[in-house]
Every structure is written in structure tokens, then in C-alpha cells.
């Protein structure tokens, strides 16, 4: 038996042959030290052969079809003239090392050789790659450089991470991932900036703090008032139109006439009013990001978005990683989702697991009474997950289940406090079938276009073996007989036996 190890590296496809046939204890510290010495290592295994890759493309196409499991031609010509031939019906006594499991399994099935992926031929491709540049020099010359091919391993990944981002079917989702986690850190910093400008504002007019609570409505005043010697009747529409209050509007009027703030400089105030501007402005494009957050929400993860809000819902898929994720989670994950500190703490100290996550943000949790809110939870992490799924493999997808499953909440919370019984899962998932109708009803169409085409086909499939084979004759019916007659004699046979064995015991009694 000969054992070879095939090594995909960026300049070409090499085969190695294992020099010795006996078997490699991997684990052991020999090993592990031949391993980083080339003259030990060289010992072990040789280069057979080796074949470069034709261009960068060629090279790319191949590490593609490497990483799916797809048999290139271009490998599968390498391998024909390298790997010892098999005749036809005999199983190959070779052994073939791989790197990668996909790749394995298609090449044996063409070439009937057994392909493993053991340690020990991982610890073998582990001193290939790490001596590979000097296999390779030895093998084919002083030409080789190791500079080059270091520039094409480089080049390799690059195209490599390009073609991958470039085709990830994430991509959308990484919009929203992105967009929420930008939302929480603006949220985070305008806040810290409000506050600043409200304590830089307040050694000048301390009055206005108790009148306009609004971080965000403080700001647009500072920038609008300036200074308070500013303040005059000619302001008090301005003043009404940001406030929305008249009453408060004259109220801060008036504190700006009597105000016990002190005195600033005109280039201390132009530092506060230009600090103010800058919050309004992360205020108006975080207004901006959330719409664009919602219509994204609504349009990659609609059923989501309509039964637990675009916030939270951009939340789970950010927590999860991408909705493809979040899809696959059952329920009871999803319910816990985000509080996975305190669920381990829990178990760790033996004491009551956290009952939601993220989820506790949403408007259902409030809605419920404390006793019923574990309740509520578990059913709204069941309802999160149908979604999610429905959103994740969908071809075209509509809002309908996640409005049907919204009732579906509103009913349970009703059933709770009321103890009326909620509508059953199946007949809600019937009217929103109903509901999404046309698109369906075209797919259900061509369903069964084709289960009737097949069974056409089965039908005239039968007639054509009827046609063919003769009328059954009566001694075609014979083995049915048969079988009856053997079961008939094997009970008369039995009955028989019984008799002799009864007659026997009556005479062994006399």
C-alpha cells in the first residue's frame, strides 16, 4: 500500500508520496521534531508531482471548486497521470490523504481509491506547507523563488476574500447588523453630548434646565437663544414652533430676564452654541438612520418587523449574526437571546435561569401582568423564530404571517386575563396562506401540472409493461396454492403430533 497526500497550495496542485510504509505515531515528540526539520521530514515524504496553476482565475477557479467539493477538471487530469491505475471492478489498495472532507468524497467516487482525512495525514500536510518552498526548489529548479510564490498566496487570498464577500448571502443582513449597532452608539454619544451642553449651558442660564427636559429640545434652544440677553417677544414664535408648549416658551422668556446665571465671553458661547449644532445634527441623522433602519427591516425581514418591532428585530439578527442564524435557533433560544451572562451565572450558582433577552424590549412583555410575563415570553420567542424562518426562506416576502401572528399575540394576552381560548396555530397559518394568495396558487398550479404529468407517465409506464408481459395462465398462480398447501399440511401435521403426545401421557398414566 502506498499512501500519498495531495497538498492545493496558490501556486499548484502537488502530490507527495509517503516514503515510509510503515505507520507514523503522529502524536509522539519524535515526530513533532521531525515535522520542523526538513531533513528528517524529507525522510518521511517526497514530492511526486507537482502542476502550476495557468493563471490567477485558473488558480481561483480551482480553490473555489476546492472549497465546494467540486472535482475540476483540471485536478482530475493531475491526478489521472499521477495516481496509480485501476482496472476496471478491482478496488485500489492506495490510500489518498486530503485536507479538506468535500474534496475527499468527490475524488473517490472518480477514482475508486480511498481518500481519508486522519491525523496523520493532517500532521503530514502540516510539514508540507511548512517546508513546501523547499520541496518545491529541490523539485523543480533554482527558478523557483520563494518571494514569488509568498506574492501568490497573497494575491490568491485576496481574490479569494473578494469573491467571498462579494457573493455572501449575508450581505443584506449585514446592513441591518451595521445600522442598529450605529443606532446604539449614536444613542449612546448624543446623550453624553446633550448632557455636556446642558452643564457647559447651565453656569449661564441654570433656569432653562427645569423648563425644557429634553436633552435634544435643550440643544435647539441653546442654538437658537444664544445668549440670554437675546431673549425678546420676536422669539416666541421660534421658541413655541421647537417647544411645542406656548406656556413654556414665555416661561423661559421670562427666567431669561431674571436669570442668576453669570456672564460669557462672545467666544466661550460661539464654542457651546457650535458644540449644540453639532448634537442637533447627530440627533436629525440618527432620525435618519432609524427610517432607513425600518424600510430595511421591512423589506429584508418583514414578518419580523411587524410582530415585534424593526428595533428589537434588528437586535436578534445583530445578536445572532444574520437572519439565516436567527432562523435556525429553535424557540428557546431565541427567548434568552442576550442574556446568556446571566443564564450561565444562573447555572453556575444553581439559581433561577433569566426568563427573556432581547426580547424583554418589546412592547408584549410590558403588556403582560408579572405572573403571566414568563408565559408570554415563551410563546412571543415561539412566534419569533416562525417568523424569522418565514423571512429567511421566503421567496418573495410579505408582512401577512407576521400581522396574523401579532393577533395571535393579542389573543393569548387576552386569554390570560380573560381565559378565553386563542385561535389554533394551523387555522391562523390557513388564512394567511389564503391571504398571500395568487403567488400560491400559481406554485400550487404547477404542482400538480406535474404530479398529474407523472402520473401520466406512471400510467403509460404500466401499460407498456402489461402489453409486454403474457397473460397470466392459471399455472402462473400456482405458487399462491402452494404456499396455502404447505401451511394446510404443517397444521395437520402439528395436530397430529398433539394427538400422539396426549395418547402417550394417558398411557405413561395407566
Given at each position: 500500500?502506498?499512501?500519498?497526500?495531495?497538498?492545493?497550495?496558490?501556486?499548484?496542485?502537488?502530490?507527495?508520496?509517503?516514503?515510509?510504509?510503515?505507520?507514523?505515531?503522529?502524536?509522539?515528540?519524535?515526530?513533532?521534531?521531525?515535522?520542523?526539520?526538513?531533513?528528517?521530514?524529507?525522510?518521511?515524504?517526497?514530492?511526486?508531482?507537482?502542476?502550476?496553476?495557468?493563471?490567477?482565475?485558473?488558480?481561483?477557479?480551482?480553490?473555489?471548486?476546492?472549497a465546494e467539493g467540486i472535482l475540476n477538471p483540471f485536478?482530475?487530469?493531475?491526478?489521472?497521470?499521477?495516481?496509480?491505475?485501476?482496472?476496471?471492478?478491482?478496488?485500489?489498495?492506495?490510500?489518498?490523504?486530503?485536507?479538506?472532507?468535500?474534496?475527499?468524497?468527490?475524488?473517490?467516487?472518480?477514482?475508486?481509491?480511498?481518500?481519508?482525512?486522519?491525523?496523520?495525514?493532517?500532521?503530514?500536510?502540516?510539514?508540507?506547507?511548512?517546508?513546501?518552498?523547499?520541496?518545491?526548489?529541490?523539485?523543480?529548479?533554482?527558478?523557483?523563488?520563494?518571494?514569488?510564490?509568498?506574492?501568490?498566496?497573497?494575491?490568491?487570498?485576496?481574490?479569494?476574500?473578494?469573491?467571498?464577500?462579494?457573493?455572501?448571502?449575508?450581505?443584506?443582513?449585514?446592513?441591518?447588523?451595521?445600522?442598529?449597532?450605529?443606532?446604539?452608539?449614536?444613542?449612546?454619544?448624543?446623550?453624553?453630548?446633550?448632557?455636556?451642553?446642558?452643564?457647559?449651558?447651565?453656569?449661564?442660564?441654570?433656569e432653562l434646565v427645569k423648563i425644557v427636559n429634553d436633552?435634544?429640545?435643550?440643544?435647539?434652544?441653546?442654538?437658537?437663544?444664544?445668549?440670554?440677553?437675546?431673549?425678546?417677544?420676536?422669539?416666541?414664535?421660534?421658541?413655541?414652533?421647537?417647544?411645542?408648549?406656548?406656556?413654556?416658551?414665555?416661561?423661559?422668556?421670562?427666567?431669561?430676564?431674571?436669570?442668576?446665571?453669570?456672564?460669557?465671553?462672545?467666544?466661550?458661547?460661539?464654542?457651546?452654541?457650535?458644540?449644540?449644532?453639532?448634537?442637533?445634527?447627530?440627533?436629525?441623522?440618527?432620525?435618519?438612520?432609524?427610517?432607513?433602519?425600518?424600510?430595511?427591516?421591512?423589506?429584508?425581514?418583514?414578518?419580523?418587523?411587524?410582530?415585534?418591532?424593526?428595533?428589537?428585530?434588528?437586535?436578534?439578527?445583530?445578536?445572532?449574526?444574520?437572519?439565516?442564524?436567527?432562523?435556525?435557533?429553535?424557540?428557546?433560544?431565541?427567548?434568552?437571546?442576550?442574556?446568556?451572562?446571566?443564564?450561565?451565572?444562573?447555572?453556575?450558582?444553581?439559581?433561577?435561569?433569566?426568563?427573556?433577552?432581547?426580547?424583554?424590549?418589546?412592547?408584549?412583555?410590558?403588556?403582560?401582568?408579572?405572573?403571566?410575563?414568563?408565559?408570554?415570553?415563551?410563546?412571543?420567542?415561539?412566534?419569533?423564530?416562525?417568523?424569522?424562518?418565514?423571512?429567511?426562506?421566503?421567496?418573495?416576502?410579505?408582512?401577512?404571517?407576521?400581522?396574523?401572528?401579532?393577533?395571535?399575540?393579542?389573543?393569548?394576552?387576552?386569554?390570560?386575563?380573560?381565559?378565553?381560548?386563542?385561535?389554533?396555530?394551523?387555522?391562523?397559518?390557513?388564512?394567511?396562506?389564503?391571504?398571500?394568495?395568487?403567488?400560491?396558487?400559481?406554485?400550487?398550479?404547477?404542482?400538480?401540472?406535474?404530479?398529474?404529468?407523472?402520473?401520466?407517465?406512471?400510467?403509460?409506464?404500466?401499460?407498456?409493461?402489461?402489453?409486454?408481459?403474457?397473460?397470466?395462465?392459471?399455472?402462473?398462480?400456482?405458487?399462491?396454492?402452494?404456499?396455502?398447501?404447505?401451511?394446510?399440511?404443517?397444521?395437520?401435521?402439528?395436530?397430529?403430533?398433539?394427538?400422539?403426545?396426549?395418547?402417550?401421557?394417558?398411557?405413561?398414566?395407566?
Amino acid at each position: 500500500m502506498v499512501y500519498f497526500v495531495l497538498y492545493e497550495s496558490a501556486s499548484g496542485f502537488a502530490l507527495f508520496e509517503r516514503s515510509e510504509s510503515e505507520e507514523i505515531a503522529d502524536q509522539s515528540p519524535e515526530f513533532q521534531e521531525s515535522v520542523t526539520d526538513f531533513k528528517r521530514f524529507s525522510r518521511i515524504v517526497h514530492l511526486k508531482a507537482f502542476v502550476p496553476f495557468t493563471s490567477s482565475e485558473n488558480a481561483l477557479e480551482n480553490i473555489n471548486d476546492v472549497a465546494e467539493g467540486i472535482l475540476n477538471p483540471f485536478l482530475k487530469n493531475f491526478l489521472e497521470q499521477n495516481l496509480p491505475k485501476v482496472k476496471d471492478g478491482k478496488s485500489s489498495k492506495h490510500v489518498l490523504g486530503v485536507g479538506e472532507d468535500k474534496i475527499g468524497s468527490s475524488v473517490q467516487d472518480a477514482f475508486n481509491i480511498r481518500v481519508e482525512r486522519t491525523t496523520t495525514s493532517l500532521e503530514l500536510l502540516r510539514g508540507i506547507r511548512h517546508h513546501f518552498p523547499v520541496f518545491l526548489k529541490s523539485f523543480a529548479g533554482e527558478d523557483v523563488k520563494v518571494s514569488d510564490l509568498v506574492t501568490a498566496q497573497r494575491g490568491l487570498a485576496h481574490s479569494y476574500s473578494r469573491a467571498k464577500v462579494k457573493f455572501n448571502v449575508n450581505k443584506a443582513d449585514n446592513m441591518i447588523i451595521q445600522s442598529i449597532s450605529l443606532l446604539d452608539q449614536l444613542d449612546k454619544d448624543i446623550n453624553t453630548f446633550a448632557m455636556r451642553v446642558r452643564e457647559w449651558y447651565s453656569w449661564h442660564f441654570p433656569e432653562l434646565v427645569k423648563i425644557v427636559n429634553d436633552n435634544i429640545l435643550f440643544a435647539r434652544v441653546v442654538h437658537l437663544l444664544k445668549g440670554r440677553e437675546n431673549a425678546s417677544e420676536d422669539l416666541l414664535d421660534s421658541l413655541e414652533a421647537i417647544i411645542g408648549d406656548q406656556e413654556k416658551a414665555k416661561q423661559v422668556l421670562q427666567a431669561a430676564r431674571v436669570s442668576m446665571g453669570t456672564d460669557i465671553s462672545e467666544v466661550d458661547m460661539l464654542s457651546i452654541i457650535h458644540f449644540a449644532e453639532r448634537v442637533i445634527k447627530l440627533a436629525e441623522y440618527r432620525q435618519g438612520l432609524q427610517s432607513y433602519l425600518h424600510k430595511r427591516m421591512n423589506d429584508i425581514a418583514p414578518n419580523l418587523s411587524a410582530l415585534i418591532g424593526e428595533t428589537v428585530g434588528a437586535r436578534l439578527i445583530n445578536h445572532a449574526g444574520s437572519l439565516v442564524n436567527l432562523a435556525k435557533f429553535p424557540a428557546s433560544t431565541v427567548q434568552i437571546l442576550g442574556a446568556e451572562k446571566a443564564l450561565f451565572r444562573a447555572l453556575k450558582t444553581r439559581g433561577n435561569t433569566p426568563k427573556y433577552g432581547l426580547i424583554f424590549n418589546s412592547t408584549w412583555i410590558g403588556k403582560a401582568k408579572p405572573k403571566d410575563k414568563g408565559r408570554i415570553s415563551r410563546y412571543l420567542a415561539n412566534k419569533c423564530s416562525i417568523a424569522s424562518r418565514i423571512d429567511s426562506f421566503t421567496d418573495k416576502p410579505t408582512p401577512v404571517f407576521g400581522e396574523l401572528l401579532r393577533e395571535q399575540m393579542e389573543d393569548r394576552l387576552h386569554f390570560y386575563e380573560t381565559g378565553e381560548a386563542p385561535k389554533k396555530n394551523v387555522d391562523v397559518m390557513k388564512k394567511a396562506i389564503e391571504k398571500v394568495g395568487a403567488d400560491l396558487d400559481i406554485v400550487d398550479d404547477d404542482v400538480e401540472k406535474k404530479k398529474i404529468k407523472k402520473r401520466k407517465s406512471d400510467s403509460g409506464d404500466k401499460m407498456e409493461v402489461d402489453e409486454e408481459s403474457p397473460k397470466k395462465h392459471k399455472s402462473d398462480e400456482t405458487p399462491k396454492k402452494d404456499k396455502k398447501d404447505k401451511k394446510s399440511k404443517k397444521d395437520k401435521k402439528d395436530k397430529k403430533d398433539k394427538k400422539e403426545k396426549k395418547k402417550k401421557q394417558d398411557s405413561d398414566s395407566e
